[in-house]
Each structure stands twice: as C-alpha cells, then as structure tokens.
C-alpha cells in the first residue's frame, strides 16, 4: 500500500504542476433521427502524456477509494458492468458508459468547485473525485439513481494542490445533468442543452450565451453604408463574432453553437461521425497553451483523445493523438459476468502512421 501511495503521489504531482494552462475538455450532445442519443467529448492535458487506456470492468468487480492517506476509503463493487477511458492510471476514469445505458464522464473545473473536507472518520463513506465515475457507472441505471446515490457519499480531493472538477451524466432515456460541488454542496444542474466545456459554473457558461444573440447560421445580408455597399466576403458571415480562442468561455459558445446548426443524421454511426467532425473544431496544439518555449512535454496534441458514445447501441469510439483512425468497444458484445478486468493503453504504439501509397 505504501508504494501504490507513493506512485499516486507522484502522479497527481504530474497533474498538478500543469494544471493551470492545460485543462481543458469540450463536451456536445447530439440525436439522430431515429431518437439516438450521442455524447461526445474532447480531454486536454498539455504538460504530459496522460497514458491514457481503456477498462473493462464486469459486474461484480470490487475497489476501493483514494483518500488523502491512501487507499482507505469506501469500497464499492459494481452491480453494472461498464467500459471506460481511464486517464494516469486505470483507478480515474474519465468517461464510460455501463450496460444499463448509462453514461459518466468528468470534466476539470479549476477554481470554482469545492469539495468538503476530508474526516477521516468517515473514510468508508469518502470516495475520490476522480473514482466518482467509476462508482457511478458500477452502480447507477438512471439520473434519478445518480442524483440519490451522490446523497449517500463524501465526495473529496486526494490531494488540496489538485484542480477540482464537475461531472456529466447521460441516461439511456437521453436526460442529461452536470454535477458541480459548490463549497462542499453538491448541485445538480439540468443540461437541455448538452454542452459542457470547464470554469466557470455551468449556470455562467449558458448566462453568457446571451451575449452571442446576433449570431446565426448562413450569411449576413449585404447592406448600405452611406455610399458604400457592404457584402461578406464568403459564406458564413452570420457567425462573425464568434470567439476563436481556446479558453473554457469561448469553447462552450462554439460548442453550443456548432451543435445547434448540425444537421440531423439519419442514424447513430452517422451522428457519431459527425460529432467527431464537429469536436476537430476543438482539437488545441500543444504550443497554444504555454509561453514560447515553455512546453512541458513531447506530445503531438493537447487533445489527448476524443470520444463517443452511442446511448442506445451502448457503444463507445475514441481516437487519439497518436491515431485518428475511430475505434469502437460495443457493450453488447460482451458479457460481464464472465469477462475479466481489463486494461489495455488506447495505443500500443505511440507514433501517428502514414500509409504509403503505392502508384503503378
């Protein structure tokens, strides 16, 4: 136990230290036609190579929490299967979906939350942060399930240097809530719009979208000014003014935005296709983050991958930094009361490939 809190140690010192510049994921929710809920959603980290992988967790599958003095809190053990996208180590996962149909995923939230001080005493009812997907998927079927189970536990921070965060929880039926912790206070929040990006609060993010009401798909009509006659130089032109820089504010009104003028899709693997198309949008280089020279680590990407899942078909894809080619686990495919735990990194081979074409 003392090395594995050793090693978590180090990791979260890993996390920390890049913290400010480099946190910073992107979420949308789109339907199909034929009523197909998808979720998708982009994570950042700039300063590190997160090694990320994914897990596959059976029923009946028993962990422990995380807590300031190491692996000590609550035990739980999954009454749901689930897959998952664990960043650091397979303990944090940071977005998955479980057999019920119900899909987690974290986002960071630097500044605003709080979560309520750690008590020893009531270690068997603390649970991490960055474990609370995890609980969550093992767990919880419906919103309504998530929202009584988030009464009954201790939400906490492993570690008071690290950057706290909020949560995103999708059900089958396609409801969708954030979960923020307001000076140890959990709040639930109502998410019609199915955005998230990070700080400030969600409430914030969708106020601020009053300020983009000129704002519309097409183009501008051409207009006199004075003598002068005044016409876009191209297609697109309802959307100038829109913000182009990565920090959380300008991410979710592009977000918002993009998603709401997306045609619909006929189908599921259409609208997955387009929700990755639409998260390109939101890819960050690894330089735009830090000052020249600066940069903390060999990466391709600050978008370290980006996911998503289908609700009804309870499928998840991702690609990577290193790949772009879409992978997919399908849940139905596999049966959790016999398949064992699972973690395998999301690339074996962390080297983007080219294929040669050959010309005759």
């Known amino acids: 136990m003392k090395t594995r809190t050793i090693i978590l140690s180090l990791t979260l010192a890993g996390l920390i230290t890049v913290s400010s510049p480099a946190d910073a994921c992107t979420g949308i929710t789109l339907t199909a036609k034929d009523s197909t809920t998808i979720v998708a959603r982009t994570i950042e980290w700039g300063g590190s190579d997160l090694n990320s992988q994914y897990i596959i967790v059976p029923r009946g599958y028993t962990s422990c929490s995380y807590t300031p003095e190491g692996v000590q809190g609550m ?28 899909s987690a995923g974290l986002f960071y939230f630097p500044h605003y939350g709080q979560y309520e001080t750690y008590d020893a005493e009531k270690k068997d009812t603390s649970i991490a942060d960055l474990q609370l997907v995890a609980w969550i998927l093992g767990n919880c079927a419906t919103i309504n399930e998530v929202i009584e189970s988030v009464k009954q536990v201790h939400i906490i ?17 396609g409801r969708q809530v954030v979960l923020e912790i307001i000076d140890g206070t959990p709040k639930f929040y109502e998410n019609k719009l199915g955005v ?40 697109g032109s309802g959307f100038l003014g829109i913000p182009g820089d990565v920090t959380p504010p300008s991410r979710f009104v592009r977000a918002a935005f993009y998603q709401a003028t997306a045609p619909r899709q ?95």
Request: hydrophobic content about 40%; proline content about 5%; aromatic content about 12%.
């Open 75 to 102: 035990s739980f053990t999954s009454r749901y299967g689930y897959v998952g996208l664990a960043v650091e180590q397979k303990d944090f996962i940071a977005e998955g979906i479980n057999e019920a149909g119900l």
């Open 157 to 173: 921070s492993i570690d008071p240097r690290a950057s706290t965060v909020h949560w995103r929880f999708t059900d089958s039926a």
């Open 196 to 235: 998230l990006t990070n700080s400030p609060g969600f409430e914030w993010h969708l106020t601020n979208l009053n300020n983009y009401v000129n704002l519309y798909p097409g183009s501008a009509p051409a207009q006199s000014l004075g003598d002068a006659r005044l016409a876009s130089f191209g297609a």
């Open 266 to 360: 006929d189908n599921a693997e259409k609208t997955v296709l387009q929700a990755f198309q639409i998260l390109n949008n939101f890819d960050i280089p690894v330089g735009v983050e830090f000052a020249e020279g600066k940069v903390p680590a060999d990466i391709p990407s600050a978008t370290q991958w980006t996911s998503a899942t289908d609700m009804k078909n309870r499928i998840i894809y991702f690609r990577t930094m290193y790949n772009s080619e879409i992978r997919s686990i399908c849940l139905d495919r596999i049966d959790f009361s016999k398949v064992s735990y699972q973690a395998v990194p999301l690339d074996e081979v962390k080297q983007r490939p080219i294929r040669i074409i050959s010309v005759r």
